[in-house]
């Protein structure tokens, strides 16, 4: 499979607990996103990446969640002290610098904070 | 920042019939406008897209209008069937800086058999 892949695909955990997700973008692709779907909801936006440069964030991007691309390639995207609030499918798109502007969406992270 | 609104909701066609989705933007500068679709606990997928120096675009069954002067743009499915039942997204971006996607709030569509 030469598409967007994401892990885990499921992650439970408590409240107050760290989690850490991983996107692998598909090959070659320099643009790296991450968006945060919630039951009923499109896509909201969380940030940015162009090779391994953070270019932007969203609001809703708190001091408690960080992302990194260090190598350019894949990414990470962690939550500290999780919240209840944050329970959401944690969605991942890549897209190739030059020729389209398609976004190509991983299969996500269905995160449950009990 | 951009906002997108999506109407409606839900809509139900008669396999068959035609079902039409409409979406409004309020940056004018967002000049790339996706459709995704996203079956129930999948990624959503593209199924087409319009720049704005295009007024229309076809491809088979679907088909995408957009109005900028009005900042609307539609999405139309003809001669329905079971697997268009899924939920659809508009979105806006403003193309040449391959920014974020601004997704509407997406239509559940189903097909009555």
């Known amino acids: 499979d030469t598409g967007v892949s994401q892990d885990p695909r499921h992650k439970i955990t408590k409240r107050g607990q760290n989690v850490t997700f991983r996107c692998d973008p598909i090959?070659?692709?320099?643009?790296l996103y991450w968006y945060r779907q919630t039951l009923g909801q499109g896509p909201e936006f969380l940030t940015y990446?162009?090779?391994?440069?953070?270019?932007?964030k969203s609001r809703l991007l708190s001091d408690r969640f960080s992302a990194e691309r260090p190598k350019g390639s894949f990414s990470t995207l962690e939550i500290q002290r999780t919240e209840q609030g944050d329970s959401a499918m944690y969605l991942c798109?890549?897209?190739?610098?030059?020729?389209?502007?398609?976004?190509?969406f991983g299969p996500g992270t269905r995160l449950t904070v009990l | 920042g951009e906002n997108v609104e999506q109407h409606p909701s839900t809509l139900s066609v008669q396999e068959g019939d035609s079902a039409v989705i409409k979406c409004t933007y309020s940056?004018?500068?967002?000049?790339?406008f996706p459709w995704y679709k996203q079956e129930l606990g999948k990624r959503p997928q593209l199924i087409i897209d319009?720049?704005?120096?295009?007024g229309e675009k076809k491809d088979q069954r679907i088909a995408v209008t957009l109005n900028k002067t009005a900042k609307h743009f539609s999405l139309h499915i003809t001669e329905t069937q079971p697997e268009d039942s899924a939920v659809y997204f508009c979105?806006?971006?403003?193309?040449?800086?391959?920014?974020?996607?601004?997704f509407g709030s997406g239509t559940r569509l189903s097909i009555r058999p």
């Open positions: 090959s070659e692709h320099n643009r």
């Open positions: 940056d004018s500068a967002s000049n790339y």
């Open positions: 979105a806006a971006s403003l193309y040449s800086s391959a920014s974020k996607i601004i």
């Open positions: 990446f162009q090779n391994e440069a953070q270019l932007e």
């Open positions: 319009i720049r704005s120096n295009v």
């Open positions: 798109a890549s897209s190739p610098s030059k020729g389209t502007d398609t976004q190509y």
